[in-house]
């Protein structure tokens, strides 16, 4: 399935800034069963994007604007190829908690399998595990599974009743959230078993059969968990999902803290209030022939034309 994305980000800043320097997590990745054929970052003002790919081999574009604005839009454009990812087995054997071990022995993982800002422990984290009784006692894919659907079932899906740098325990104790949140209580219950669990940002695409609780028109974001027999699988604890070919994959990291779709900074002595509004569409591309893939595009320039909505709050580039 091919899929086109536009994700438009517009700045507005109380009174005009001197200078933006600003990274965008904004390009799909291209591996496993998922390709980027097309992508574009287009600022306005206009500037120069540049690129680098971090250690989790996620695509960073960034840019610097020296000079005076009072609104910054910043339009990503994707075409992206998706297949669906070959079918789970039913359950593991139990002997893949000893190799869970020996991976976390190995020191490969150990950054997915540690705390991170958005993952630490808490009591009202150990409540809840201790709630839904989760230990060892069944294969590792089917407990990862348990843990999605209970996740799915027991928390209300409600955007906006979190913010941007909650932690999990807001969501926890009001068991309320969206999938930012769904997917850090994810990792935090994950982890501790020995299993390695990472963040994925991206995109849904929600077609006529689907029933998924995540909003339309926004981010979205789940986790991948590494299981040696298999490797990394994607679980959509919002939804109820295993991961599959409308789930388009953008960035990896430990949390959110490590992949935003954008981050940066700001010069201005009066500037003292900023808003932000954020449009995503996400729809079916045509096919066409392996002759016929747009020329892959790493950045590009230009001056943005899509007018967007008035932005509500800064809170809104969370991912719902």
């Known amino acids: 399935m091919r899929y086109s994305v536009r994700h438009v980000t517009r700045f507005t800043y109380e009174t005009p800034i001197t200078e933006s320097v600003m990274e965008a997590r904004m390009q799909p990745r291209s591996d496993g069963y998922q390709r980027c054929l097309h992508f574009a970052l287009t600022p306005s003002p206009s500037a120069r994007v540049m690129m680098y790919q971090d250690h989790d081999g996620n695509t960073v574009h960034f840019f610097d604007i020296p000079a005076r604005h009072a609104r910054l839009t910043l339009t990503a454009e994707a075409l992206v190829e998706c297949t669906p990812p070959a079918p789970l087995p039913d359950r593991l054997s139990l002997d893949v908690w000893d190799d869970l071990d020996a991976l976390a022995d190995s020191g490969e993982c150990w950054e997915y399998l540690t705390t991170s800002v958005f993952t630490r422990a808490s009591a009202l984290l150990d409540d809840f595990a201790r709630e839904l009784t989760l230990e060892r006692g069944d294969d590792p894919l089917s407990t990862l599974r348990r843990i999605m659907r209970e996740i799915s079932a027991r ?14 325990d807001e969501a926890l104790e009001a068991r ?50 590494f299981l040696p ?36 900074v700001y010069k201005g002595v009066t500037a003292v209030r900023s808003e932000l509004g954020v449009a995503v569409r996400v729809g079916p591309a045509p096919s066409s022939l392996s002759s016929d893939v747009v020329p892959f595009t790493p950045w590009m320039s230009r001056e943005a034309g899509m007018a967007m909505p008035r932005p509500d709050a800064q809170q809104d580039q969370q991912q719902q």
């Not at 899906?157 to 979190?162: A, D, F, L």
């Not at 929600?206 to 986790?223: C, F, L, M, N, Q």
């Open 229 to 264: 027999e298999i490797g990394w699988i994607g679980f959509d604890p919002t939804n109820n999902l295993i991961a599959q070919d409308r789930h388009i994959r953008v960035a990896v990291g430990r949390d959110y803290a490590d992949v935003p779709p954008t981050r940066g």
């Open 155 to 168: 928390f209300e899906y409600k955007p906006r009743s979190t913010r941007v740098d909650s932690p999990i």
């Open 176 to 225: 309320r959230g969206v999938c930012q949140d769904f997917a850090h209580i994810f990792i935090a219950l994950a982890r501790p078993l020995g299993i390695p669990t990472r963040y994925v940002s991206g995109y849904l695409y929600r077609d006529a059969a689907s029933h998924d609780r995540s909003t339309d028109g926004a981010t979205h974001a789940w986790v991948e968990a």
